[in-house]
């Protein structure tokens, strides 16, 4: 049996505006370059600090070929493990693994 496609009609998109360049402007200083990621990746000290202490949770220790969406999680969080900026983060803010 066919199910039948909704038509959204003309209600606007569901995605939230943000203008990222003036929120930018606005805090110069709210966002730095990881010197470990690739692509210049760009992050709140906080966000480091979760991504540190996230990959150094015992239950991502092991990198199997679990489903992929995970195993790139895990991949992804592999230059965070052993990271001193991470470190550093983590002990200046208080956040928990993700
Ligand atoms: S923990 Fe290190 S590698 Fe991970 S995001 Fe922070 S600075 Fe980058």
């Avoid at 493990?81 to 928990?96: D, F, I, L, P, Y």
Wanted: charged share 25%.
């Amino acid at each position: 049996m066919r199910r039948r496609i909704k038509s959204r009609g003309k209600s606007p998109a569901m995605i939230p505006y943000l203008d990222t360049e003036a929120w930018l402007r606005k805090n110069p200083d709210a966002l730095f370059e990881c010197p470990n990621q690739p692509g210049n990746l760009k992050l709140t000290p906080q966000a480091c600090a979760k991504r540190y202490l996230t990959a150094n949770e015992p239950r991502w220790a092991n990198i199997g070929a679990e489903p992929f969406p995970i195993f790139v999680f895990k991949m992804n969080l592999i230059p965070c493990r052993n990271c001193k900026t991470g470190a550093e983060m983590a002990s200046r803010h208080q956040v928990q693994a993700a």
